[in-house]
């Protein structure tokens, strides 16, 4: 058996480099380096083999366990035990004849490559908490939001802020065209209203353009934001409607909303011309996947289960957690609240983001007119969670609202179990299912649609016994394994379409669809884990008899057709062999 000896590692003023395959090198400080990169050891080693034949490296001195890598050539983990040196054992392995390669398994941290350049960013503690706030917060109270900017940053959603208004002028907004229920007015906010500054300040949180050197970042800092006013004045139930529907047909794939009814924690039941609404956003938002209904639960520390609203299966209900990941004083709960979010508390530091330019709104932050520093209440929470719902859609096109809502719940963090006392679905009256975890969500449903078919054949005539429509395999960029679809349709009728589905090669044996003298039409689309790509552009063709055998050679046919001078050649045949 192999007897491992520690190897040498006397500190010294320049880094001590060690010969384990690697780079790597032990500092005056007691920190290895990988060159240039801090790493640290994990007691583990990577082992690449030539060979399937992995029963030596098991039988190592020191090893506790080995465990094969996904994928490619036979590499493993191999775990050490207590005392035993995995740099020794890297070294030992240098040149072994068996190996691809051996080096340490060292660990590295890793982080975005760059922070948004907003000057508040570093203020925004519910994007990342590492104390700043105050000397009381808790590091890592936040929404997580960094892995999941790694993937996508909201780009091409758009989220209604339903509210008192938004400043379409902001320097820091993308705003889209938006809608008032004041047939007056515009999105712009009325400053007469005494809350004219609140759906500015949401639109700053969701979606605030980042790395723009302005300001703020929203949680998706490219997504752009419409203004939608209904506060301000008394709304007729009808204008509720109106709204929703204006947000959904103009391509709003979020409605936020920081607001509720003027009760307390008031128990009541929408009318059918809002459920029609909030129907028309699931059924028809973002091409049938669904827009979603996000909602403040309130600051009356009070059960608002029996909120109309938050009736609605379809209403992603959202409380208040502050910088220490405790439910906010204020914050309304109930068993239809499904996740809390990060924002303020009294006592406890506020939430800065996007106020009306100039001296109206809440006030500067830091000597700015356009930001305020004590935004907070459930109202922040809400555009936070929108925005992180406008992240997940821009991840996933494909992904529908009800599907969200489940991941929301199931990647949250459960916080504060003690006070929370979650059931055992992970869900709590007081916490809905926990902190929202952006970083978790989006990195749980990415995906992209399949690429779309090419090259259908045929494109033009086709015999009635060969009828097969072809083409190239569709790419995926996620990796996954693909079925097809094809949609067929008689010419004269397109509307009067029939599809063919779960193919798993890229044709299909048209034969027992089509009929002779018909013109048809198809087109296919690719299908992964998540549902169908988009379709590839039609075909047409006609089904034409299939052809009889070739005519004999030297064979007149007097004026007859090919085909059936070969019949009445075949049967003289036939007629002289019965003869003799």
Known sequence: MLALLLLPLALAADPVPLDVGIPLSLGADGQYYQEDLPVWRTGSLIVSLKTEDADWVRDLDGVDQIRRLNGGPATFRVQMRPGHDELALSAFLQGDPRLRYAHPNMAVELHPHALPNDPFFED???????????????????????????????????????????????????????????????????????????????????????????????????????????????????????????????????????????????????????????????????????SAWVMSMGNDDCDNSNDGYMRVSSTIGVGSLNDQDRLAAYSNYGKNM?????????????????????????????????????????????PVVSGVVALMFASNPRL????????????????????????????????????????????????????????????????????????????DADGEPLLYEVRMWLAEDPDAAWDITDLDQPQLDMRPDV????????????????????????????????????????????????SAAWLLAMGGLLLMRRRR
């Open 124 to 290: 925004q503690w519910h994007l990342r908490n590492v104390g700043q706030a105050s000397d009381s917060s808790l590091p890592g109270s936040d929404i997580n939001v960094l892995p999941a900017w790694e993937i996508t940053q909201g780009e091409g959603l758009i989220i209604a802020i339903l509210d008192s208004g938004v400043d379409t002028s902001h320097p820091d907004l993308d705003i889209v065209s938006g809608f008032t229920s004041d047939s007056v007015g515009d999105e712009n906010p009325d400053l007469s209203y005494s809350g004219h500054g609140h759906g500015t300040a949401c639109a700053g949180l969701a979606a605030g353009k980042g790395d723009n050197g302005l300001g703020v970042t929203g949680v998706a800092p490219q997504a752009q934001i419409m203004g939608v006013r209904i506060l301000g004045a008394i709304n007729e139930w009808s204008d509720i409607h109106d709204a929703i529907v204006y947000a959904v047909d103009n391509g709003a794939g979020v409605l936020s909303n920081s607001w509720g009814n003027s009760e307390t924690c008031a128990s009541f039941t929408l009318p059918e011309v809002v459920f029609d609404g909030l129907y028309h956003a699931e059924e028809v938002g973002r091409n049938g996947y669904g």
């Open 338 to 382: 499904d996740i809390v979010a990060s924002s303020g508390d009294w006592g406890r530091p506020m939430m800065v983001t996007t106020d009306i330019t100039g001296e109206e709104g809440y006030g500067a932050h830091k000597g700015d007119d356009n930001y305020t520093g004590g935004f907070s209440g459930t109202s922040a929470a809400a």
């Open 400 to 475: 529908d609202i009800w599907t969200a809502v489940d991941v929301i719940c199931q990647t949250a963090v459960r916080v504060n179990p003690e006070e929370a006392e979650y059931d055992e679905d992970g869900e709590s009256v007081l916490y809905g299912c926990g902190r929202i975890d952006a970083g978790a969500a989006v990195q749980a449903i990415a995906n992209q649609p399949p690429g779309v078919p090419q090259d259908l054949s045929p494109g033009e005539d086709v015999y009635l016994d060969q009828a097969t429509l072809r083409w190239s395999p569709a790419v």
């Open 515 to 562: 009929d002779y003298g018909n013109y048809y039409g198809a087109k296919v689309r690719a299908v992964d884990a998540w549902g169908p790509g988009a379709w590839s552009e039609a075909v047409e063709f006609k089904v034409k008899r299939t052809p009889g055998p070739p005519e004999p050679e030297g064979c007149s046919t007097g004026g007859r057709s090919s």
